[in-house]
Nanobody, 120 residues
């Protein structure tokens, strides 16, 4: 079975940086879109950034210019470099990937979440 394992979260001061990573493993034929979502307490999960298999990226307006999403397809890994962090970036961050797991089956997977806390 496919698993997405996230790492890199933690506590950081405003203006600081963190780099999140998410590695996919298991029965993987190919990975299409990958992305990051976040969810703050009491709020809906929101899209942060996406990276398609075609190489295009998309960012939420709130993180443009501060966050960078990247992929290492050889490692089945997606990264999120977060710079100039703000208290409002505090949330649980979740990796998402659209993965072909069989020749004719594509499924959506989520990581377990990693907490990012930006304290003042």
């Amino acid at each position: 079975q496919v698993q997405l394992v996230e790492s890199g979260g933690g506590l950081v001061q405003p203006g600081g940086s963190l780099r999140l990573s998410c590695a996919a493993s298991g029965s993987i034929f190919s990975i299409y879109d990958m992305g990051w979502y976040r969810q703050a307490p009491g709020k809906q999960r929101e899209l942060v950034a996406t990276f398609t298999s075609g190489g295009t990226t998309n960012y939420a307006d709130s993180v443009k210019g501060r966050f960078t999403i990247s992929r290492d397809n050889a490692k089945n890994t997606v990264y999120l470099q977060m710079n100039s962090l703000k208290p409002e970036d505090t949330a649980a961050y979740y990796c998402n990937a659209l993965i072909q797991v069989m020749p004719t089956l594509v499924e959506d997977y989520w990581g377990q979440g990693t907490q990012v806390t930006v304290s003042s």
